[in-house]
Structure formats: structure tokens, C-alpha cells
DNA sequence: CCACAAGATGGTATCGCTAACAGCTCACTC
DNA sequence: GAGTGAGCTGTTAGCGATACCATCTTGTGG
């Protein structure tokens, strides 16, 4: 490989070497190098391992623009996603990188600086005037639906973890069946009721959360306490923790993270509520560093590099032109450790 | 903006608009369209209104594979990374996207399942084939010198979070300093020396920290320890930090990221070392729940936004052509919270 | 009122690749 | 031994944009 220093004249700079350059080597045509590399069984073997070695010899890479010029297919897909700090959209966006990897596929990713319907248009564009094969717009928030009404036409898009009014195909983890399975393990626990405390409205899956939460209560009969609104950060956690902490009622949480979880832990513990003693707490999402909470904390794991490969999976399917009206569900798990307990 | 339904006709679907359709439709050439989008100034009023009222029409997009096969820019910038789920490298990357979507860059990443030389070359050559513009490379880890040894001529290459070996610019946090000024912290709180927890070897930042901590102890003189290699996890961190809790001597712990931290924490407590009465810690990261940690964890915060940032402005610079070896230190910060207090 | 420059627009070639078809070679059949 | 077809390779014609140069306006000074 050829290094190029400043003082090198351009014209020094070997031009990185063209099919024709190859074809020329190896004693063949255009046509036949494009072969080899496309459908090589359709070349003969000693012509093919001619135009392997030319290939080799002059370290040449197809050019993709021009490919994808004349085919119309990339090898790109698009992501679409939000703040790809938080950990359930790096998780899935994780997962989703794996899955392409596995099928040689590359990811372009535009990230919004907001969640609503414009900014979610114009990411697709973006990546739309890229060529990309396929679109996962990981957008679990309501303006999700809207952003996806009006798609370009022939475009495969998909969805991950939205919600049920969308108009293209989802793949996501059950919230409800997870909000519903935290919930009823508290209740047999012996807790007479459950409080939550909720993501931001607005966001798929945290009022899916409610909603499970919800109907495991109201399945039982159970009185259901006013849901408490966080951001998803241990901050608001913490702050919503306080109250909470300061009615006796209270003995079972819902938190709709794991991370809100922590700052309300915190909360009770500094108010002299003990866990899982006075309050049981559960969590969602089981980061990697649950069981190091103090105490380790029960939560719902959800299974994001499942969700990346079905969301995958799914764009795929619709590349291949397979219509059907899917919706992947992963089963979220709960996971049981320290912060419940048995009714006070 | 037509919807295809499976029922319809190859030949109905409407195939997109191509610059020739927006010149006719127009009543120009190509070529002004063409002037219209890439400078505008160069065509008069009236005829760039009439152009771009053409284009709003059809809904026209220029095709990207077309303009970068004879321009040879794609705007697009590759990413190689390793594991994104990791706070590090999602908040990096994080900072990235955020600077190259505010000059229009998409984004296009190749992620790694192992970090070595062999798959780093590997992914930089996926991204090459794209015709990506420049690389960014975030692997912090020794392997990524020797997959940066030999860059395709030409290709435009910086790393984010590299050793000073590099052959390519750097930006990255200044662990040596971030490290130095934890320990130089524990230190003037009166204990006699500082212990270390350390990230797995071979990971630069890892070593940086190492080499950080272990020059502010000898620079006063004290003892240095052996280091306690953990894998960034909090279960690592849990378990040596049983180790350390088993040791009256230790008053004082440096522990190379805040999730080991916790699980610091926890032993130390299960032991019954209190923090920060027996027991001082001191993490890295700054994560956004450290505040919520139990103690509330002192830290050296990275900005990594302000990393990615540079890694992007030090991108754009080797692109324009400017060849100076750059090395951009971002300064940590420390941030003290209630894990440290005065020797006991 | 003409020469001339500056500004606006158009024509043509080209980027690197592959689809579609054409042509050649050779083995095998009847 | 010519016909047949299978298997391999080559030829040609674009894909959709921009670079480069030519051409046609228009404005300006003498």
C-alpha cells in the first residue's frame, strides 16, 4: 500500500485501479471481472483465479457508487434514531448492527436532534437521496406514527418498538406484558396496590408501560394510584422518589427504568425507607449494572439484540417485497433480585 | 406522495423524477438544474424560482450514487467502532453524529465484533468500497496502531481516543491529566496512597489512567500499589472490590470507570467499609447517574461530545488537505461529590 | 452604435459498473 | 460430420449526475 507524503507531486498518486485495469491484467474483458465478483460460478475457474490474482495484485475494491448507479441496490441500510446515549435506543441500535453485519450489510445512521414528525421526514430523506436499501427508524415516540404516514414510495421501512397505529411493520418488546408481569409480582407479594412512576408522556414505551401496569391492577381489582411523570434520568427518579417516600401507603413501586429506579432507591433510602423491608422497587430494562444497585435491583429485561435482529429481519422481508402486516413481539423477562419483598 | 399497493402494476408504480424530468419540466437543460443545486448564484432569479418550483413538483431528489461516481464525494463520513452499548463509545459516537449532522454529514458505521488490527483494516475497507469520505476510528485499544499502519492512499483517516503512537490525528481526553488529578485529590485529602482499579489492558484509556495515577503518586513520593485489572464491568468491580475491603490499609480507591465503581461501592459496604468514612472512591466517566450512586460518586467527567466534535473538525481539516499532525487534547474535569472525605 | 467583457445557459463527454444480448467454442448426438 | 445446445466471454448501451467548454445574452464604455 502506497503511502502518499505532502511533498508528492498528484500526479505520483497511483489512481486507485478501475475494473478495466484488472480486466486488462488478468487478459479478460470488463464484463468478466464483474463477473468473477458477482456470479462467480458462471466464470470458468482458471480465468477466474487469473482475475482473483489481477484483483489482488492491484488491491482493487468495486467502486459502489457506480454499482449502485446501474443496480439500484446499495448494500445500506438507513437508521433512524433519537438520543443514542439513553440505553434502550444503543441497545437496539447495537442489535441492529450486529444483525447487518452478519449479512454484510452497512448502517447510515441519521440521528435527530428532536423527536416529531418533521425531524423523522427529513432523517428519511436524508438517507433516501443515500440510496439506502431499507429504513429501522428507531423511534419510540408518538410522533413516530405521524412521521410515518407519508412515506416515498418503494421505500421498505420498519419500525422498532412503536406503536400500534403505525403504518408500517414494528418490531419491539411487549411492554405491557412486561409492565403487567412486574406488576402482578409485587402484587403477590402481598402489596395491596402498585404506584408507577412513568417515562415521558408521549413516549411509546412508557405509556405502554402504564397501560400494562395498569390492567394488571385493574385485573385484580386493585385500587390504581395516579401514575408519577418522569424523564427517564435518575434526577427525576430521585425528585419523585421524595414524595413517594413521604406516603405511608406506599409500599410498591413501579419504576419505568432502571435508571429512575436508582434515583428513587436513593429517595427512600435517605428518607429511612428501607428496601425492600418498608417499599419493594422494580425496574425495566435490566442495564448491565442492575445487580449492582443498592440492593440489587428486580427489573424486566428486555432483549434489544432480539429486537434489532427481528426489526432486521423484518426489512428484509419487505425488501424482498413480502407484504405482510407483521409485528414482532419480543417477550420481556423478569428478572428477580433484592428490592422486593413481602408486604410490610 | 403515491403509496404502492401490492395490487398495483410494476407500471403504474411512478418511477422517481430524474434531473432531465425537472429540466424539461422547467423548460431549461440538465445542467441549469444541476447549477440551481449546487450554485445557485450562478443562475438568474427567475430561472432558479422556476427550477426549484419543477423540483418541489416532482419531488425531486438528486441521486447520490449518480453525483459521487463523478464528483467523488459522497458526504458521508465512516465510523468504525467497537461496542457501542458501552457508555464510552456511545456518548463518542453521540458527539459525532451530532457535529457531522450539523454540516450535513451522514453518518455511516461499521462496527466491530473483535478489536483487533485484522477487523479494523476490515472495516475501513467496508467503508472505503462506500466511497465514504473520511474515517473516524474509535477504538481505544492498542490494536487499532497497528490496524491504522496501513491506510488505503488517499483515504482520510483520524482516531478518536488513541495512544500517542498513532499514525493519524487524535483527539481524545487527556486520561493521563484525569487520572493524575483524581489521585492528586485523594491525596490531599490526607491518605498516605491511592489504590487502582484499572480497565482491561490493551484498552489505551485503560493504560492512560494507570499511567496518570501511577505519576501523581510518585511525583509525591508514595507507595504505588499493584493495580487491580478489571473488565469495566460493575461485577468486576464488585469483585475486587471485595478484595480491597478485605484490606485495612486501603483508604482510598481510583477506579477507572464509574459502572466498576458501583460495584466498589457495594462490596466495600457488604464489608462493612463505609464511603466515604473508612473508604474514599473516586470513579470516571461522570455518568449521568453517578450523582445517584449511594454514596453520590466523585468523578472525572469527559466531555465526549466536545471529543467528537474535534475528532470531526480534525476530520474535515485532513479532507481539505491539511496535513498537520494534530493531537487534540480534551481536559477532563474532576467532579467532587460525597465517595471521598478525609483519611480516617 | 459597435466592440468586448461578463454573465447565463446549453451540449457533450465521462465517471465505473452491470443488464441484456450476441458470439464463439467445444462436446456430444444421431 | 453437421446440427445442437450448453457454457463461457465479449460488445454495447445505459444508470444520473457534473466538468468543461462553447454559445448566446446582456450591459457598458468609447
Redesign the interface.
Known amino acids: 500500500?502506497?503511502?502518499?507524503r505532502?511533498g508528492q507531486s498528484p500526479a505520483e498518486?497511483?489512481k486507485?485501479a478501475v475494473m478495466e485495469d484488472v480486466a486488462e491484467l488478468a487478459g479478460v474483458s470488463a464484463m468478466t471481472v464483474s463477473r468473477v465478483l458477482n456470479a462467480p460460478e458462471k466464470v470458468r475457474p482458471e480465468t477466474r483465479a487469473r482475475v482473483l490474482a489481477a484483483v489482488r495484485e492491484l488491491d482493487y475494491?468495486?467502486?459502489?457508487?457506480?454499482r449502485?448507479?446501474v443496480t439500484g441496490r446499495?448494500g445500506?441500510l438507513g437508521v433512524v434514531c433519537f438520543?443514542?446515549?439513553l440505553?434502550g435506543p444503543?441497545?437496539t441500535?447495537?442489535g441492529i448492527?450486529?444483525a447487518a453485519?452478519n449479512s454484510d450489510y452497512?448502517?447510515?445512521?441519521?440521528?435527530l436532534?428532536t423527536l416529531n414528525r418533521d425531524w423523522i421526514s427529513r432523517g428519511i430523506?436524508?438517507?433516501?437521496?443515500?440510496?439506502v436499501d431499507g429504513v429501522i427508524v428507531v423511534a419510540p415516540h408518538e410522533s413516530a406514527a405521524e412521521g410515518l404516514r407519508?412515506?416515498?414510495?418503494?421505500l421498505p421501512v420498519v419500525a422498532v418498538g412503536g406503536g400500534e397505529d403505525l403504518a408500517v411493520p414494528v418490531a419491539a418488546v411487549d411492554q405491557h406484558a412486561g409492565a403487567a408481569r412486574a406488576t402482578r409480582h409485587l402484587l403477590s407479594l402481598g402489596h395491596s396496590t402498585v404506584w408507577h412512576v412513568s417515562g415521558p408522556p408521549n413516549w411509546i414505551d412508557a405509556s405502554g408501560r402504564v397501560a400494562g401496569w395498569r390492567s394488571a391492577l385493574e385485573a385484580e381489582g386493585r385500587q390504581v394510584p395516579e401514575p408519577l411523570v418522569g424523564d427517564w434520568?435518575?434526577?427525576s427518579?430521585?425528585e419523585i422518589g421524595k414524595r413517594l417516600a413521604r406516603d405511608p401507603e406506599v409500599t410498591a413501586v413501579f419504576v419505568a427504568n432502571d435508571?429512575m429506579a436508582?434515583?428513587v432507591?436513593?429517595a427512600l433510602?435517605e428518607a429511612g425507607r428501607r428496601v425492600p423491608e418498608d417499599v419493594s422497587v422494580v425496574g425495566f430494562d435490566d442495564v448491565?449494572?442492575a445487580?449492582?444497585?443498592?440492593p440489587p435491583l428486580t427489573t424486566v429485561r428486555q432483549n434489544f439484540g432480539e429486537v434489532g435482529r427481528q426489526a432486521f429481519r423484518l426489512l428484509l422481508d419487505r425488501m424482498a417485497g413480502v407484504?405482510d402486516e407483521a409485528r414482532r413481539m419480543v417477550e420481556p423477562e423478569l428478572v428477580v433480585r433484592e428490592s422486593t419483598g413481602v408486604r410490610p
Open positions: 500500500m502506497t503511502k502518499v505532502p498518486r497511483p486507485a475494491r468495486p467502486n459502489s457508487a457506480a449502485v448507479l446499495s445500506v438520543d443514542t446515549t440505553y444503543a441497545s441500535l447495537f448492527e450486529q453485519r452497512l448502517i447510515s445512521i441519521a440521528s436532534p430523506d436524508r438517507l433516501r437521496s443515500q440510496s407519508d412515506l416515498p414510495a418503494g434520568t435518575a434526577h427518579g430521585y435508571h436508582m434515583g432507591l436513593r433510602r448491565p449494572e445487580a449492582y444497585f443498592w407484504e
